[in-house]
């Protein structure tokens, strides 16, 4: 079983290079190499690293398939309305979504809703509607938040689908049929708000708002309670060593390393069978057990599949689903790093290439809930503070190593800063009509910024350390969302568009003389190496910005198909090669980049209920 996993893939994949270096690190460290040896540029290197056909690659393999991309998010439970949490998750995807397509990838991006299971049960009784219609109501209500938050979804999956009930039918047959599902009696407790069996070291003594003892789940603090049921059982304790082997061989499979080693230490425990069933007479909303109907599949396994069924699973899946990569909060990681990879080795199909982790966001110091009434409504942030704002701010605050707070107030002073002083005063300051009367995308001069800064041109050392910098930044990028770090990425482009302000006032071209001729190139050059910086950044932030990096590109007069990974050769007029943009007309609209913020319109947040609630 093990030849499924990544690295045994790529070995039986022939190709002697790339496919072999998984970590991101080492391929910087081959990017180095590649560059001592040989000259390559940056854009080879990425085409490279990611097996596009291109003469120079020294990878033989590039198959169609190695160009795949598929990533998902969890399926949001239906019992609550979305919250900026959800956005989160959704976001994060998204980005490395419309990355990997910027880097000419073949890409899915799966989204949708978990829609089974006794939380969404009692949910739908508390509600006093059918069970189908709620779901559908509040499935609806994550589409819309997600194409509002500008979520380039491929599909939507919501597991009340019969291509869903299809898939995990045979999921199940195939468990069954390989002898990993037996019929036996669960004894122990169980959280219905997670969904999650838990043994008696998870669970601690509380009290409820009454002052009652209960018994709480030390990871969620969540109410449990215990439960003797017959119900059929996974073999999980017989994939205890195959799942080290897999994490051991594939340090980086769990990304930041530090749940990777989280996940290692839970299986040093013991790793008990895993019930897979609840009796009908406790669980009616979900799918029947194939072949005995009074029981009903656990939710958990219902919901894995969903990412198999979007592939196609059982018939199509195969080509998609060893491209699959999957983004989850940390609260739900033993679902997708211990039962998840069992039930795939169960079922003999290829475990996940990654799982990125992120952390949980808390609104001013507290975790969100709706008795404290402090859930976040994506729809009413994105109102306030643009889609484009809220996205800049979940990604640009965002860490997945830990928690982060959410503050209207730091959304405001972040975006006021980054995107409308610092990176829209910077395409104002070189589209402006004083002094960029005729509109277009200036002309180099290479005497004013020669290649050395000897050569006796206007170029001072800050301004070749700037060049350095914005050229270094789009490896930088890519090796930052790669690793879900799309804050550093951010932070890399903030500190270039702040060396890029600098040179600008460094050089003050409003105080050169148009009709005097060498004043004249020498404006020109510090608009077109500005105007270069600013291609850049706008590439660069497709993925977390697209709304406004679309409004940049364009007034700079880039086309679409201009806008990719290939695109970011900058400032090819510095290196003696011809630039395609210069003497190019401008876009049009001259309208604001991002208006500012004002702080007055943000509600104090303490103590506000939130409107919409499913119930
Ligand atoms: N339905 C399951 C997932 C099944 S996937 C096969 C589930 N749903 S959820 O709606 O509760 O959570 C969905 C995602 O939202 C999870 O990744 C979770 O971590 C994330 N978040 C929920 N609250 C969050 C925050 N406060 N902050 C960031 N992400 C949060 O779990």
Redesign the pocket.
Known sequence: MLYSYTRSSCLKMKSPCCHLISNISIRVKLFRYILNGRHVSPSVHVKCLYNRPVSRCFCTDHTQRSKLYYIT?????VN?SP????V??AVTADCLHRYKLLQGYESRFATG??EHGLKIQQAAGLSGKDPLSFCTEVSDRFKNVFRRSAILYTDYIRTTEERHRQAVEHFWTVLHSKGFIYKGTYEGWYSTP??SFLTPTQVTDSTDSMGREIKISIESGHKVEWMKEENYMFRLSKFRSELLNWLRLNPNVIHPVKFQHLVLQWLEDDLPDLSVSRQKSRLRWGISVPGDPEQIIY??LD??V??LTVVGYPQNHVEWWTAAHH??????LK??AIY?PAFLLAAGLPLPQKIYV?????VEGK??SKSLGNVVDPSEAMEKFTVDGLRYFLLRQGVPDS??DYYDDKVVKMCNSELADALGGLLNRCTALSLNPKQVYAEFCNTCFPKESLEGGKAVLEDYRMVESVSALPVLVEQHFENLQAYKALEAITACVRQTNGFIQRHAPWKLDRNDCKDKQWLNTILHVSLECLRIYGILLQPVVPGLADKMLSRLGIKPEERNWDSLNFLVKYKGEDCPFERRALGPDRGILFSRLERSKVIPRIGTRQKSKPH
Not at 73 to 77: E, L, Q, R, V
Not at 83 to 86: F, L, Q
Request: with cysteine; charged share 20%.
């Open positions: 998010t969890p399926i949001f439970y609550a919250h900026i949490g959800h989160y998750s809703t978990d997670d969904e939710v958990w919901a894995l969903n990412y983004v989850v909060g940390k609260d739900i679902f997708h998840w992120h952390s949980h966001w808390t975790k969100m928690d982060c």
